[in-house]
């Protein structure tokens, strides 16, 4: 990991858990005095079936969904992309954590939240702030130029979440942010 990157960016396969190792680094750092914003993904599932997502801000709790089965556009997949409800909560919720929090966490940099051009407003924001920035960024994300734009900023590291190293993700986020903020 470069030791000059002051924001982590996550990444692996859908389902490896990116959202999970945030989650609990988030948890841990708030054990140590920290504030952190931003907001995080979760999958709906109707009777065992992923029926969408829903995004949650880590400081309200306010949730929307992100995208779920139906009809109308954008979409992605199965899915249609509810850009209006990731701006009021999700965009929202980077702009306030830039505001008050000490740490921003974004979930995630991916093709749905790409139709938002003021998510990417959000994103290039939080990154070029002096807080650090914990993401979570779509293994496919070097296909999109905004994405490549993203994982070569020098100012950025990358971690890829596996299996074996599932464990030790959130300790090394937490260490990581923790050094940052000079903790």
Request: net charge positive.
């Amino acid at each position: 990991m470069k030791s000059s990157a002051k924001n982590l960016l996550i990444t692996g396969r859908p389902g490896i858990g990116k959202t999970t190792a945030v989650l609990k680094a988030v948890e841990k750092l708030r054990r140590r005095g920290v504030h952190v914003g931003g907001f995080i993904s979760r999958e709906v599932r109707e009777a065992g079936v992923r029926t969408g997502f829903v995004i949650v801000d880590l400081s309200t709790g306010e949730e929307a969904y992100l995208a779920r089965v139906g009809g109308g556009l954008p979409r992605v997949g199965k899915y249609t992309v509810l850009v209006s409800e990731l701006e009021r909560v999700g965009v929202r919720a980077v702009f306030k954590a830039l505001e008050s929090s000490d740490v921003v966490v974004i979930d995630e940099i991916g093709p749905m939240e790409l139709y938002s051009q003021l998510f990417k407003e959000a994103v290039v924001k939080a990154l070029n702030s002096f807080k650090p920035v914990i993401a979570t960024i779509h293994f496919r994300a070097r296909e999109d130029p905004f994405g490549r734009m993203v994982l070569s900023r020098e100012d950025v590291a990358v971690i890829s979440l596996l299996p074996h190293n599932r464990d030790t993700v959130p300790h090394l986020i937490v260490e990581h942010v923790l050094t940052k903020l000079g903790f």
